[in-house]
T-cell receptor, first 116, second 112 residues
Framework: SAVISQKPSRDICQRGTSLTIQCQVD?????MFWYRQQPGQSLTLIAT?????????ESGFVIDKFPISRPNLTFSTLTVSNMSPEDSSIYLC?????????????FGSGTQLSVL | AQKITQTQPGMFVQEKEAVTLDCTYD???????LFWYKQPSSGEMIFLIY??????QNATEGRYSLNFQKARKSANLVISASQLGDSAMYFC?????????FGTGTSLTVIP
């Protein structure tokens, strides 16, 4: 398994500001994922972050709005830029761990973001 | 096409009883993985159980078991001896190819 520390756990932000979410893993991992979960919805993948390369964004998500850093194999940040109330969601980082029975996805504790 | 289907938006179960949460999936890959996660009101996603497509036996983790019926493409989660702390959202997920797919979730409420 993997232990993932994510912070902040929650924040209330003003429209037009930016928030950076940090994700720290207790072991080196190749791929880290950032998900968004809007209220009452399932998880939507924002982007995949590999160390040493640009993040790969899913359809509907762009780097200017959600810049991601991945400086090493244990850490990543996601910034939600120029926030609006529509950005109010839970943001989750996750890592894929390869075990003998297959790949497993573990999540951080999540960041509950409210934008006023 | 929807890859993971959870048809039960909400479920209720009496404390100490067992409950089954339904999940069906769709994939043409011969190798895939199936997962269940619990999400309490705090928002974190807690890994519960994993079933590989080639696993012969149903996965079990304590009070959680996965009823894997490959021919029917179903991977139902069974929670035995429900506890009040089991009240949460439960998500079924699948890894197929390089992608993870999530269902829409089932809200479980355990009644004292």
């Amino acid at each position: 398994s993997a232990v993932i520390s994510q912070k902040p756990s929650r924040d209330i932000c003003q429209r037009g500001t930016s928030l950076t979410i940090q994700c720290q893993v207790d072991s080196q991992v190749t791929m880290m994922f950032w998900y968004r979960q809007q209220p009452g919805q399932s998880l939507t993948l924002i982007a995949t972050a590999n160390q040493g390369s640009e993040a790969t964004y899913e359809s509907g998500f762009v780097i200017d709005k959600f810049p991601i850093s991945r400086p090493n194999l244990t850490f990543s940040t996601l910034t939600v830029s120029n926030m609006s109330p529509e950005d109010s969601s839970i943001y989750l980082c996750s890592v894929e761990v390869f075990a003998d029975r297959g790949e497993k996805l573990f999540f951080g504790s999540g960041t509950q973001l409210s934008v006023l | 096409a929807q890859k993971i289907t959870q048809t039960q938006p909400g479920m209720f179960v009496q404390e100490k009883e067992a409950v089954t949460l339904d999940c069906t999936y769709d994939t043409s890959d011969p190798s895939y993985g199936l997962f269940w996660y619990k999400q309490p009101s705090s928002g974190e996603m807690i890994f519960l159980i994993y079933q590989g497509s080639y696993d012969q036996q149903n996965a079990t983790e304590g009070r959680y078991s996965l009823n894997f019926q490959k021919a029917r493409k179903s991977a139902n989660l069974v929670i035995s001896a429900s506890q009040l702390g089991d009240s949460a959202m439960y998500f079924c997920a699948m890894r197929s190819g390089n992608q993870f797919y999530f269902g829409t979730g089932t809200s479980l409420t355990v009644i004292p």
